[in-house]
């Protein structure tokens, strides 16, 4: 680290990749001094012997809306995806929005409708919330955060130190189509028609997983970072190497296209509709099956496996049969695209 | 409501004040269709048995800094406070911050001590978070949502509708020192010598309280909207008219003449440092030594009573027994203290 980086918060220290990994782990970390503060996207936590995961997430995704979703859509799937990977069934939700002065209340109506929409899918009940309101140009548009509480049924345990060698790495559907479609709005670049959102919620897909296999090692949704980012944490919390298989691993036509023209890789692309399972060798084809037959998981398949190797590292084999490397990028691929 | 008002999201909208109430009964809620969406600062929520206090709230105070705190001690003892009114006692927080690009690392690092200490204060741990990073002009420095879970012990069930004809109601000390001080600040009034903050963890006050009266009524902490918001909010729970003695309200000299000059009100300014205890006549000397005895309830009074008369107001007895009516003001008194 350069002193330079210590100066100033920058965008890249919430990308997701390297920097975002100094900011928690370097500065933030060290003032959160709470050995219940994990490295999962929730915390399991025990009340008189009842074991909850919460979790807690701020949307603020620019623009407010995009083909397949909108911020509020966003704001539910992804605090229930989290939970989710947890092992938890979801539960409650908390819904906070800061508001800048001047959005036009038919654009808050549309994104509370999804809210509630989202909600009524995901089974979820939102009971408590707080709304702020700041100066024009305080803020831009609409950020929300959620929270939620959701019960970890007894046995399961999830958790990404769970890993062991010979485990089957299963991913629920293609990769890159949120973050495509955001940038590609963003920039209007033009590749609209086809492109849209994966965002979705999870918890029934993970649910049904969980019923043919409760010792599932792990789980993880893959958003910010892509599918690189949640790999590589996964390898370095079992610190057993990971290798995929790339043909394996799908991209939309239009994802891989306007990756392609725009130098991007959609191994890095954020999801917010996909899960990635991480099972024993022996219950992979039911897992396989049980994601395959839920709604979001049609297209899921078997990407890769923990080796047995020790060593943090993600390698993807290409079609060619050669190893390369997925490192986690240290700075910014693509702000606010959650 | 005239049609301009449901346009676009207004200022006054996010004040604590009728235009917020609006906002929250008649835009937000009729999409959040939950009967577990009460009407307190947080939710109580049975979990297997297990009553659970569940509550969010985002801070979004200018400046970041003032006398007393700054952002992230009012993160945390808000939150707390909020779980404390439902007779909870706090444990879990989750902090998610949402950081404009270029806000120094040296300020993050203050605030995240200022996290520290309040938690440390207040006993509860930081278990999950979240970290966003904006462009430049997108955010105003750092905004920071808590949510937060606390248990509900066994017996204890305060709330704005269990309150009756008779109760007591004490204040644990002055009014307007928080909201006082912001405005003197962001507006460089030079008041600032003696002005200070009051934000506190009112956790272990409220558990003191609670061991010498368990059916406490309701208890609130008044923040937005100051203590004529939380009395009105009270009145329009149980049903009856409220009734304070001036008098027995206490304001700090500095913010009484920084009042004066501004032509405020200190009983509709915000505090963030401040409970309200509803009790049956017969606990209230209890209730109130035993405020009186923690540490930041040292000038706590009691200030009026609920009355017997069905209606909702809540008037002021001046200290020439004038009765005057402290309605809840519609628009915007100040903006962005929280």
Redesign the interface.
């Known amino acids: 680290m350069t002193n330079q980086k210590?100066?100033?918060?920058?965008?890249?220290?919430?990308?997701g990749g390297g920097l975002?990994e100094h900011?928690?782990n370097e500065?933030?970390r060290p003032?959160?001094?709470?050995p219940?503060?994990?490295h999962d996207d929730?915390?399991v936590?025990s009340?008189?012997g009842?074991r909850?995961a919460?979790?807690?997430?701020?949307?603020?995704v620019?623009p407010l809306f995009f083909a397949g979703g909108d911020i509020g859509r966003l704001a539910v799937c992804g605090t229930v995806n989290d939970l989710s990977t947890a092992g938890a069934i979801p539960?409650?939700l908390?819904?906070?929005?800061?508001?800048?002065?001047?959005?036009?209340?038919t654009d808050?109506?549309a994104i509370?409708?999804s809210?509630?929409d989202s909600a009524v899918e995901a089974n979820v009940?939102?009971?408590?919330?707080?709304?702020?309101?700041?100066?024009k140009?305080?803020?831009?548009g609409i950020?929300i955060?959620t929270?939620g509480?959701g019960?970890v049924p007894q046995g399961i345990n999830p958790t990404a130190q769970n890993i062991k060698a010979g485990d089957q790495i299963i991913l629920s559907g293609t990769v890159g189509d949120h973050g495509i479609t955001i940038m590609s709005l963003r920039n209007e670049l033009g590749f609209g028609g086809t492109l849209k959102s994966d965002v979705a919620p999870l918890n029934h897909m993970v649910e049904a997983a969980l019923k043919v296999c409760p010792y599932m090692s792990a789980m993880r949704d893959p958003t910010r970072g892509g599918l690189t980012a949640a790999l590589n944490e996964f390898s370095q919390a079992c610190g057993l190497k990971i290798i995929i298989d790339e043909q394996s691993v799908l991209v939309n036509d239009a994802v891989a296209g306007a990756c392609s023209m725009l130098g991007f890789d959609p191994l890095y692309v954020a999801n917010e509709g996909k899960m990635l399972f991480v099972c024993p060798p022996n219950r992979v084809d039911d897992v396989l099956q049980s994601v395959k037959s839920s709604k979001y998981g049609t297209q899921a398949t078997v990407i890769g496996e923990i080796t047995n190797e020790k060593g943090v590292s993600v390698s993807v084999r290409t079609h060619l049969r050669a190893l390369r490397r997925l490192d986690v990028i240290y700075g910014e691929l693509l702000?606010?695209i959650c």
């Open positions: 210590e100066d100033r918060i920058l965008l890249a220290h919430g990308s975002s900011l928690i500065i933030i003032y959160i001094n709470n219940d503060m994990g929730a915390a936590l009340l008189n009842q909850l919460f979790t807690a997430d701020s949307y603020v620019s539960q409650y908390s819904l906070s929005f800061i508001i800048e002065e001047g959005l036009p209340i808050f109506k509370l409708q809210i509630k009940h939102i009971v408590t919330g707080d709304t702020k309101v700041v100066g140009g305080a803020a831009d950020f955060n929270s509480i019960i702000p606010r």
